[in-house]
C-alpha cells in the first residue's frame, strides 16, 4: 500500500515570497489533515478536511494561508506572504473516516513533510 | 479548553524499562493513540487504546484509565534505536486529534 506523498521535502524561500505544499493521501482516506510543527514541540492542526469539505481550520492563520483539497483527493497548502515565524515543517496526515469506521484501523498516516526555511 | 501533558524528556538505559505518561483533559473522548518521532522524520503509529487496560504489542504496551484520564506508553528491553520522540494524541467528541507535545526519549549505552 501506497503511503501519504508530500512535494517538495525542503524548500527555502525568503519573507513575503509564496510558496506551496502538495500532498497526495492513502487511497480511499477521507480525512485529510495539515499540520505545522515545530522543532520540539508537537503537531499544530491547520486545517482538516472530509473528503472535500473542511471540518476544522480554526488554527490557520487565513490571513496568509489557504488550503483546498479539491475532488477529494489531492490536497494543497499554500502561504501567500510567508513570515520568519512559518519556518517549521509541515505535515500531511490522512486515515479512514473514523465516525464511520469505529474504533479499529482509524489512525492517521502521515508523509514524510516538507521542511520550511523563511530566511 | 482541551489540553494534553507528558514529560518534555526522558532518560533510560538500554536495556532497561522506562514508562512515559500522558494524562488528557478533552471535550469526550473517542480513543488514544502513541506515535513514534524520529528525529528529522514523521511520525508513525504506535498503539490505539479506546477501553481501560492494558495493550501489549511486543516489546511496546500501551495503557488507558478513561476515568482518571491517563494513559502510559511501556517500552521494554530498551534498545538505542528507542531513542526519539512519543506523542500521545486523543481523539475528541468530534472525532477531532489533539496532540500533546511530545516526550524526547534519550536511551544511554
Known amino acids: 500500500e501506497a503511503g501519504v506523498a508530500q512535494s517538495p521535502r525542503y524548500k527555502i524561500i525568503e519573507k513575503r515570497q509564496s510558496v506551496a505544499f502538495w500532498c497526495n493521501p492513502i487511497s480511499g482516506h477521507a480525512t485529510l489533515y495539515w499540520y505545522q510543527q515545530i522543532l520540539g514541540q508537537g503537531p499544530k492542526l491547520l486545517i482538516q478536511f472530509q473528503n472535500n469539505g473542511v471540518v476544522d481550520d480554526s488554527q490557520l492563520p487565513k490571513d496568509r494561508f489557504s488550503a483546498e483539497r479539491l475532488k477529494g483527493v489531492d490536497s494543497t497548502l499554500k502561504i501567500q506572504p510567508a513570515k520568519l515565524e512559518d519556518s517549521a515543517v509541515y505535515l500531511c496526515?490522512?486515515?479512514?473516516?473514523?465516525?464511520?469506521?469505529?474504533?479499529?484501523?482509524?489512525?492517521?498516516?502521515f508523509g514524510q513533510g516538507t521542511r520550511l526555511t523563511v530566511v | 479548553g482541551q489540553n494534553i501533558d507528558q514529560p518534555t524528556e526522558m532518560t533510560a538505559t538500554e536495556g532497561a524499562i522506562v514508562q512515559i505518561n500522558c494524562t488528557y483533559q478533552t471535550s469526550g473522548f473517542n480513543g488514544l493513540f502513541w506515535y513514534q518521532q524520529h528525529a528529522g522524520e514523521a511520525p508513525t503509529f504506535l498503539s490505539y487504546?479506546?477501553l481501560d487496560g492494558l495493550e501489549e504489542k511486543g516489546r511496546f504496551s500501551s495503557f488507558l484509565s478513561r476515568s482518571k484520564g491517563y494513559s502510559y506508553l511501556l517500552l521494554k528491553e530498551l534498545q538505542m534505536k528507542d531513542s526519539a520522540s512519543y506523542l500521545c494524541a486523543v481523539r475528541d467528541s468530534n472525532y477531532q486529534l489533539i496532540w500533546g507535545a511530545g516526550t524526547k526519549l534519550i536511551i544511554k549505552p
Open positions: 496526515a490522512s486515515s479512514l473516516d473514523p465516525a464511520l469506521q469505529g474504533d479499529e484501523n482509524t489512525e492517521a498516516f
Open positions: 487504546n479506546v
